[in-house]
């Protein structure tokens, strides 16, 4: 009976004071992905009676259509916003819900699926006897259910099934024979420090120690910013009330960092770090820019000037984008083995084939090719520069072109040069004596799109060649 006031206490209390978090995280759920706000799925509970959990939805809607009920490590099912709140366990808030309703408590075994309770023999249906809770001995005595699984696995439930659920259930049955009203206080502390210590592991932040790098960069970058944009606001006067910078200082860092985070600033791998990346950067900065202003203006700090944003936000897009700049070319020049020889290429076509073509080569930096020059059939190309890479002229220069850059191998691009244009540069890489490969661009490999039955091999950059 006791346990009963508590439960219901504590969970009306934790109802009431979370109420704005759980507006928060589910306006957050909705906009990053259609679907309901709350998961709803069938539990067993005390004395075997079913009932509906309350989650917060964390996985596309559908997911559990779409295969295994269980999720694993990096679950494609589960979304950008649902991997936050599973990281902090936020998810299972709204499980006050049941706890107040009496289908739950706070601490008890974990509900367990319908489909897995099947399994369960005489001994191991005694977890029944007792209130399901939101914090299980599993979760605080046992260890992290999803490093459990081993790499590759292919039948989820049925390891499931046979290794981990019946280490949880010994220890539930331990607990059932064991349970106190003291022993479940100790547990929900342990529970809470269990979920506050367990969204931090030493695994995890090791294996992304250079995101966190990286994440510290850019916190110095957004402080950095900051001052700089309110002062040059300010012309460089520091006011009297320090206050008023630091507030509006410490919500724009707080909210650029979770939009850099949502916008997956983090996720990317930095030597391909491009353009797609770079409006990634500039969605991020903008919305933490939009919502840190609105949230200066409704706590009282109306007179804090808006433009002081405006300013932080362009200042910020060129540090941030050039850090990664500066980290990709680092990233780049280690991946390249240092003294490694790479031979001059030309490309004959300067079209979209013949940008592929060049991007490949320079951005792959495995590849034994160096591109010097463009040849094309446009006059009004010749001149030109893609890539840095100049338009030396037409097919009429090939010779030249090969022997003042030294060039060792040509790549014609069929898609840019017409039947002609290709065989006449053939037909001058074959008097000169330079080795030459003719490569349907990436569209056409995709599409099927190839000449006459060219036979085609793969090349460095995803580009292939043939002849």
């Known amino acids: 009976m006791l346990k009963r006031i508590v439960d219901i206490l504590v969970s009306l209390a934790g109802l009431v004071l979370l109420a704005p978090v759980l507006l928060l995280i589910a306006l957050m759920i909705k906009l990053d992905s259609t679907g309901r706000v709350f998961f709803r799925q069938e539990r067993v509970g005390m004395g075997g009676r079913s009932f509906r959990i309350f989650k917060f939805r964390t996985m596309v809607q559908g997911a559990y259509k779409m295969g295994s009920r269980l999720t694993t490590k990096r679950d494609p099912r589960v979304t950008r916003v649902g991997q936050i709140l599973r990281w902090f366990k936020l998810d299972e808030i709204p499980q006050l819900i049941n706890v107040l309703a009496g289908d739950m408590s706070l601490i008890g075994p974990r509900p367990e699926d319908p489909h897995f309770v099947a399994f369960y023999d005489e001994r191991q249906k005694r977890v029944l006897d007792v209130r399901p809770g939101m914090l299980g001995p599993s979760q605080i005595l046992g260890r992290d259910e999803l490093e459990s699984y081993p790499e590759g696995l292919k039948d989820t439930e049925q390891y499931y099934i046979d290794h981990i659920l019946p280490e949880k259930l010994e220890r539930d049955l331990e607990y059932v024979e064991k349970a106190s009203f003291v022993g479940d206080l100790k547990l929900l502390v342990r529970g809470v420090w269990a979920t506050a210590v367990g969204a931090v592991k030493a695994k995890f932040l090791w294996r992304r120690r250079y995101r966190i790098a990286l994440v510290l960069l850019d916190t110095i970058l957004a402080v950095s910013s900051c001052y700089l944009a309110f002062m040059i606001r300010h012309d460089f006067v520091w006011p009297d009330r320090a206050q008023f910078f630091v507030f509006p200082l410490l919500i724009t860092v707080i909210t650029r960092a979770l939009s850099l985070a949502y916008f997956g600033a983090y996720q990317g791998v930095l030597a391909y770090f491009g353009l797609w990346d770079m409006l990634a950067l500039v969605k991020a900065v903008a919305s933490s820019a939009i919502i840190a202003g609105g949230i200066t203006f409704f706590i009282g700090l109306q007179s804090f000037p808006r433009s002081v944003f405006v300013i932080d936000s362009v200042l910020i897009v060129f540090l941030l984008a050039g850090l990664r700049y500066v980290l990709r070319a680092v990233a780049r020049g280690r991946t390249r083995q240092a003294g490694t020889h790479r031979d ?102 995709l599409n099927g799109d190839q000449r006459d039955g060219e036979q085609s091999t793969s090349m460095p950059g995803g580009v292939a060649a043939a002849g």
Request: negative net charge.
């Open 344 to 445: 001059k290429a030309l490309v004959a076509g300067a079209g979209m084939g013949g940008e592929q073509i060049v991007r490949a080569l320079m951005d792959d930096p495995a590849c034994p090719y160096r591109p010097v020059g463009f040849i094309d059939e446009s006059p009004e190309r010749w001149g030109s520069l893609i890539h840095g890479i100049r338009i030396l002229g037409g097919v009429a220069e090939v010779p030249l072109a090969v022997s003042a850059n030294g060039v060792e191998a040509v790549f014609i691009c069929v898609s840019d040069l017409s039947e002609k244009g290709v065989a006449d540069v053939v037909e001058a890489c074959q008097k000169v004596g330079v080795e030459y490969r003719v490569v349907p661009t990436l569209s056409d490999l």
